[in-house]
């Protein structure tokens, strides 16, 4: 058994020839087997084929031309000879293709004992296979040519195919029914490979009768193959698996990659009136189709799929590159500090103020991260505060005007002295900062740029708003402003500022809105006199001056204190500012050591770092407090963490510890935390 593939510019055809001699050319007799070539170069007998073991095949040419092998040499009228399989043969315009079957067929769903051997024809490949002969074969070449009504019925069909989602049962289930009632046959089915066997998707029948879903035969070409197959599996009346149908047809449905990843199946039963219908090579064609469809479909689908991931990697890593240009901000700042203290004179800049302003540049750059996070998770958590517009953002605004005239850009602020706000100081100063740098950003070296930060009374509420005198914005650029990484004329953004400024300003109850034109650009954010949570708001009377630190109590407030700390500066940092206060500090390095100090030594209060090698905080607190249940005692367990998260806290707080402190740590919360109770 050996498999023959015909190709030329007239027919592209594909057999299974059992065994024997068999005959090839334009007219072979017809007392034998044979096949037809339809080349006017080919002789009326030309080629006679027969197979002398499973992998090699005697050949004879009997023809007025040379035949050709794959090695380049000729073979003579009268001439003959043996070759291995596979192997192709030419002779003119027209290739022989010689190869063994599938040595193992596809694999089924379990089915009846009995075969469905027969002789199958091929179509053309898919389109997806760009083949040319595909494009040079006439419709009408392929059989009879359906009437306008019919071919509407067709395209309704199909359309109603396209139309389903990819990928579903809807999806599958009308291809199958488009193989019954746009083609015609009397059942369609959707087969997917699975591991090692097939899926049935999606059938589709006419009615209820007799037969097994698919030809195993077909298939395994199918699949071998790549290609559409079609032809009778068996004799009239066989008793096998195809019991009385008359003809099928299979298709592939194809990956990405090229891969056989399923089938599009249909067959024709037996008429009552015994006549022999068979599958017209046209009706073949539709099923590869179809299937053509259905490969576009999935390959459409995971492209979609592919795109999405990488824009989400692209959101990502332009999120990342946000918060890192925004954190130069502050960090720039500090830096500049720092070299006024190394290098400028005392009177230059107070130290104090220089500490302070240090402080607060830090502070901002905290912020910014944390604003960050909730931004990705989804949620705002504020902490607002009652105050006058001086008491809740000046220090902020301070910062600002030290940021723009960095960048040739001046500040100016315009607000009632007297007008009173109900905001989160921090958050709504992050907004007002993002607005203002991005207008200066985008005005940096024109002449005479200034940004306005303001507020002035609205209805019931106030408005804050960020003005600058710049050229203004595109009409177009105006409806995406939000959206994240939309941006305009700054260099190096991202537009995820935007994005986090309308989330604060929501959380606030609040609208931002946006009006631009030659004269300049202007945001608005709108808020109620109750915004956010105004019984939890606590009143501002003044900044607060915290340059110098918390005083220190005199005597019998000094705590022993054991610290659990694995990083060597963060011990430093921490136990230097644990003896300011005036406490006795020992220093551990894991949570291991953490748990045989606190059972050799008795201690006031542990800090304990979550994230720790050997034993990490949360399962040395555990470690601790069953130690206590047997011995008694209790000692107050603090947590310390980067994290700021809800998940975290609480699963600190459920390993037992009594409290959580965020890094980096303010001296006057590690205070009120170490105070006695």
């Known amino acids: 058994m050996f498999l023959i593939t ?17 005959a090839l050319g334009r007219q072979p007799g017809r007392d034998e087997p044979h096949l037809v070539i339809d080349d006017d170069y080919v002789s009326r007998r030309h080629l006679v084929l027969e197979q002398v073991s499973p992998t090699r095949i005697r050949f004879e040419n009997l023809g007025r031309n040379d035949l050709e092998l794959s090695d380049g040499i000729r073979i003579g009228q009268g001439a003959c000879g043996e070759a291995d399989l596979p192997i192709r043969l030419r002779i003119g315009r027209t290739t022989i293709d010689l190869a063994p079957p599938a040595a193992d067929p596809a694999p089924d769903l379990p089915h009846a004992e009995g075969g469905d051997d027969g002789v199958f024809q091929t179509v053309s490949l898919p389109p997806t296979r760009q083949l040319p002969a595909v494009a040079r074969s006439p419709l009408a070449s392929l059989g009879d040519v359906p009437s306008a009504e019919q071919l509407t019925v067709w395209f309704e069909t199909l359309l109603s195919v396209q139309r389903s989602t990819v990928g579903s049962t809807e999806f599958y289930q009308e291809t199958a029914r488009a193989v019954v009632e746009l083609v015609g046959l009397d059942r369609g089915l959707v087969l997917l490979r699975r591991g090692d066997g097939w899926q049935v998707a999606a059938r589709w029948a006419k009615e209820q009768g007799t037969g097994l879903d698919y030809s195993r035969t077909v298939l395994s070409l199918v699949v071998e193959q790549g290609r559409t197959f079609f032809g009778a599996p068996q004799a009239r009346n066989t008793k096998g698996s195809l019991d009385n149908v008359e003809s099928v047809v299979g298709s592939p449905i194809f990956n990405a990659g090229g891969g056989v990843v399923g089938a599009l199946y249909g067959s024709r039963d037996w008429r009552t009136d015994m006549s022999r219908t068979g599958i017209r090579p046209l009706e073949a064609q539709v099923v590869q189709l179809l299937a053509s469809s259905v490969s ?11 795109l999405q991931q990488v824009e989400q990697l692209a959101a990502v890593g332009q999120a990342i590159a946000y918060i890192i240009h925004d954190l130069r901000g502050p960090l720039a700042n500090v830096q500049q500090l720092l070299e006024l203290w190394q290098h400028a004179p ?4 107070d130290r104090g103020e220089q500490l302070q302003l240090m402080d607060e540049s830090l502070a901002v750059a905290l912020d910014l991260l944390d604003d960050s996070l909730e931004f990705c998770r989804g949620r705002v958590q504020l902490k607002p505060a009652r105050g006058t517009f001086a008491d809740l953002l000046g220090k902020h605004l301070r910062l600002l005007h030290l940021e723009l005239e960095t960048l040739g850009v001046a500040l100016q602020i315009d607000a009632p002295a007297d007008l009173q706000l109900v905001l989160d100081p921090e958050r709504m100063a992050r907004v007002l900062r993002n607005l203002a740098r991005n207008a200066a950003e985008a005005m940096r070296g024109r002449a005479g740029a200034t940004v306005t930060v303001g507020a002035r009374p609205a209805g019931e509420g106030v408005e804050l708003f960020v003005a600058d005198n710049g050229p203004g914005l595109p009409p177009e650029m105006l409806g995406r402003m939000f959206q994240p990484f939309g941006t305009h004329g700054k260099k190096g953004g991202t537009g995820f500022g935007l994005a986090i400024a309308k989330q604060l300003v929501e959380a606030h109850q609040g609208q931002i809105t946006v009006t631009s034109g030659p004269q300049g650009t202007k945001f608005t954010i709108a808020l109620s006199a109750d915004a956010g949570d105004t019984d939890a708001a606590t009143p501002l009377a003044g900044e607060p001056k915290q340059a110098n630190g918390p005083e220190r109590k005199a005597g019998g407030d000094s705590r022993r204190v054991l610290l659990a700390e694995d990083s060597l500066v963060n011990q430093r940092l921490m136990s230097g500012l644990l003896r300011f206060a005036g406490h006795t500090v020992d220093v551990v390095s894991n949570g ?9 030594q008795a201690y006031d209060a542990v800090l304990m770092d979550v994230e720790m090698p050997v034993l990490d905080g949360r399962q040395a607190a555990r470690a601790i407090r069953e130690r206590e249940r047997d011995r008694g005692g209790h000692v107050a367990i603090i947590a310390l963490t980067a994290h700021r998260s809800e998940q975290n806290c609480a699963e600190c707080l459920a390993a037992g510890m009594d409290a959580v402190l965020v890094k980096p740590v303010r001296l006057d919360e590690l205070d009120k935390l170490l105070q006695p109770r």
């Open 592 to 600: 291991r050591e953490a748990v045989e100090a606190c059972s050799a």
């Open 346 to 349: 005392r009177e230059f800049l």
């Open 296 to 306: 576009c479909g999935l390959l459409h689908q995971e492209m979609q799929q592919r």
């Open 6 to 22: 015909i190709e030329n510019s007239k027919q592209q055809k594909q057999y299974l020839h059992e065994g024997g001699r068999l």
